[in-house]
């Protein structure tokens, strides 16, 4: 049993619902507070409702990210995984406080292989800002 983290974002119709019913058809066992948040990179959309999810999965993380259509797979474990199409961590992870946020909600003394603990990349973060 592998424990993953999954990036949950939603800015259209009913934005929580979404991220609840994502939550719900992925197996999370946990989720953490939704936060709405500013649009990243493409900045003239409408604003975002994101959270995070804890999920405990059999599947291996190929299978898993298949699984998640349109969502981020953040963490799988305490692995580092780079192939074609799969990158774990999220190549961006570190860069995101809407992300950032929420999953040290959940796990913030989890190692991000390459950049410490989620609380750590989450205050360089905050102290950039």
Do not use: C
């Amino acid at each position: 049993m592998t424990t993953a983290y999954v990036g949950l974002g939603a800015n259209l119709g009913d934005r929580e619902g979404t991220i609840r019913r994502a939550a719900e058809l992925i197996g999370a066992g946990r989720l953490s507070t939704i936060v709405e948040t500013d649009p990243w990179g493409y900045e003239n959309q409408p604003r975002f409702l994101n959270a995070v999810a804890e999920v405990e999965t059999q599947l291996t993380p190929r299978r898993f990210l298949a699984h998640l259509l349109d969502l981020d797979l953040l963490l799988w474990g305490g692995e580092t995984i780079d192939e074609p199409g799969l990158q774990v961590p999220h190549p961006r992870l570190h860069e995101r406080l809407f992300v950032l946020e929420p999953l040290a909600e959940l796990v913030p003394d989890r190692k991000i292989p390459g950049n410490g603990t989620v609380s750590e990349a989450l205050a360089g973060l905050q102290s950039s800002a």
